[in-house]
């Protein structure tokens, strides 16, 4: 499959959960356990997603300067820095430690 | 019907959209670092138009993943839009068009901005214009983060790589300030660890789903 076709299905797959949710009876969506496996399922999801962004090269478990990139955004997050603040500062932790060649 | 929570919800509505469109230029400049072009990348923010989908495409591309791996884990995440749709049907009203632009505009931010509004004027307020308001932004600066990822260079030198971990990291956090979606979360992290080395590329992501569904289904079975 092509990048462009994956693209493109992809968003009409989005897409279309959206505009589903306004034709589904709202006592069939509203039900508690699909609140609830939805809730679990995007918890679940954007974890790995974290792991995956952080610590896999392929397919290969590296350990290099988004480690501790990730730990000082997640510091920032406990303070309640806003979103944008936290992204530009992991990467600015990541860069400087590549600049003087503290980490890969 | 008070003017004063219509203010509110106007004044929400602008704030979250300016921090949410700011973080555009992080999706555009990621999306070029991870093999993308220029209109890839303005296709997804014009069409998908949903952050963790989109950043879980571009994460998936970058590792090589195949694409219906992409598809499933983008899909598996846009799944909670179809659920806020449901929630903002009455919201919205009637109307077919109306009605598909406010399934292409329900989001994270456009929901829980209109879920903040006590009063049925300012909650419609609150929706419409911070998904129009978000919609314009985030495509914005989705093309000015695409042109400047453009010219970067490599995305490494640039951190770009650890800034897409903060980014999920992000969208994560206040998701689990519970002890429930923590162990859950963590539980998804250990899979993945496990899992990254020993099944193809983009499996362990949707491995770590499935293992969240299957906890959410025991965790019911005890607490029914």
Do not use: C
């Not at chain 1, 995007?42 to 988004?66: N, Y």
């Not at chain 2, 220029?38 to 590792?63: C, D, E, H, N, P």
């Not at chain 2, 004027?121 to 214009?129: K, S």
């Amino acid at each position: 499959m092509t990048l462009w076709m994956t693209i493109l299905i992809a968003s009409a797959v989005v897409l279309g959960t959206k505009l589903l949710g306004y034709l589904v009876p709202a006592s069939v969506a509203a039900h508690p356990r699909i609140q609830r496996i939805s809730d679990v399922l995007t918890v679940a999801l954007l974890a790995s997603l974290v792991v995956t962004q952080t610590v896999a090269t392929g397919s290969v478990i590296v350990v290099d300067a988004r480690v501790a990139a990730l730990v000082f955004g997640a510091a920032l997050l406990r303070i309640r820095a806003p979103f944008i603040v936290v992204v530009l500062a992991a990467a600015a932790v990541a860069a400087a430690l590549r600049a003087m060649g503290w980490a890969a | 019907m008070t003017s004063s929570a219509v203010r509110a919800s106007v004044s929400m509505s602008l704030g979250v959209a300016a921090a949410v469109s700011l973080y555009g230029i992080s999706f555009g400049a990621l999306a070029v670092a991870s093999g993308l072009d220029f209109w890839q990348t303005q296709v997804l923010s014009l069409f998908m138009f949903s952050g963790g989908s989109q950043f879980a495409v571009i994460g998936l591309a970058a590792t090589g993943a195949p694409g219906l791996s992409i598809i499933t884990a983008a899909g598996l995440l846009g799944v909670r839009n179809g659920l806020y749709a449901v929630r903002m049907s009455s919201v919205v009203g009637p109307g077919l068009w109306k009605r598909l632009i406010a399934g292409h505009w329900t989001i994270d931010e456009s929901t829980s901005v209109a879920i903040a509004q006590t009063e049925p004027r300012a909650q419609r307020i609150g929706f419409w214009l911070t998904g129009a308001a978000i919609f314009v932004g985030w495509n914005a600066m989705t093309a000015a983060g695409a042109i400047l990822g453009n010219a970067l260079g490599d995305p490494r030198t640039w951190g770009l790589d650890a800034a897409a971990a903060a980014a999920f990291l992000g969208l994560l956090w206040p998701r689990i300030q519970s002890r429930q979606p923590a162990a859950v979360a963590a539980v998804a992290a250990v899979i993945t660890v496990l899992t990254v080395p020993t099944a193809p590329a983009g499996l362990p992501v949707l491995i770590a789903a499935a293992s969240g569904i299957i906890m959410a289904l025991l965790a019911e079975r005890r607490h029914p």
